[in-house]
């Protein structure tokens, strides 16, 4: 995925607004209380990172942005709930 990918408005149940990428329209479950956006797939539940909208990985003893690489926080790269959607 690369930052240009188009970005889609979802409108939350508070009537607040988040972009997300075009690729997790359809996992996109809610918002965190941290204010990331949650996806789900199956049994899998994962955030997107606020600056590529994409998910974690892990990178010599850091959690990033699986796209660009940037360290991010750690939350991310473990188990994350939905506080709204």
């Given at each position: 995925m690369t930052t240009m990918e188009a970005?889609?408005?979802m409108i939350l149940r508070?009537?607040?607004?988040?972009y997300i990428p075009g690729y997790a329209v359809d996992?996109?479950?809610g918002m965190s209380s941290e204010g990331y956006a949650v996806?789900?797939?199956g049994r899998?539940?994962?955030g997107l990172t606020?600056?590529?909208g994409a998910s974690a990985k892990g990178s010599m003893?850091?959690?990033v942005c699986r796209?660009?690489?940037e360290e991010i926080d750690p939350m991310l790269g473990g188990d994350i709930d939905v506080a709204a959607g």
């Open positions: 970005k889609f408005r508070d009537r607040s607004a988040v996992t996109f479950v996806c789900k797939e899998m539940q994962w606020n600056c590529c003893g850091a959690i796209n660009c690489c």
